[in-house]
């Protein structure tokens, strides 16, 4: 059983940055396929972005080049930072874990990008 809880949402001005966590437990999370997902009021939740366990990175089409994702196996820790944030990138933010048939998710942080 893997818990995650993501950490890192809030209200941020057009063109800020923001930077989120998400913390797992679980032994063999080096092993593990985290990813990002949004979700806006109304609309289907869809992928930011994903890292494997060997670092290859997939990255949304509206988030690329504005956002990056990194992992830290010792803290068993991904990371999300998101610079030039728009109006559009306004949703929940979700951590998810991908290993086998483990498929997890986080209970999700808020984003809010407003002026």
């Known amino acids: 059983q893997v818990q995650l809880v993501e950490s890192g949402g809030g209200l941020v001005q057009p063109g800020e940055s923001l930077r989120l966590s998400c913390a797992a437990s679980?032994?063999?999370?080096?092993?593990?396929?985290m990813g990002w997902y949004r979700q806006a009021p109304e609309k289907q939740r869809e992928l930011v972005a994903r890292?494997?366990?060997?670092?290859?990175?997939t990255y949304g089409d509206s988030v690329k080049g504005r956002f990056t994702i990194s992992r830290d196996n010792a803290k068993k820790t991904v990371s999300l930072q998101m610079n030039s944030l728009k109006p559009e990138d306004t949703a929940g933010y979700y951590c998810?874990?991908?290993?086998?048939?483990?498929?997890?998710w986080g209970q999700g942080t808020l984003v809010t990008v407003s002026s």
């Open positions: 998810n874990v991908k290993f086998g048939s483990l498929d997890t």
């Open positions: 679980g032994k063999f999370f080096s092993l593990y396929t």
């Open positions: 890292i494997t366990s060997s670092s290859t990175t």
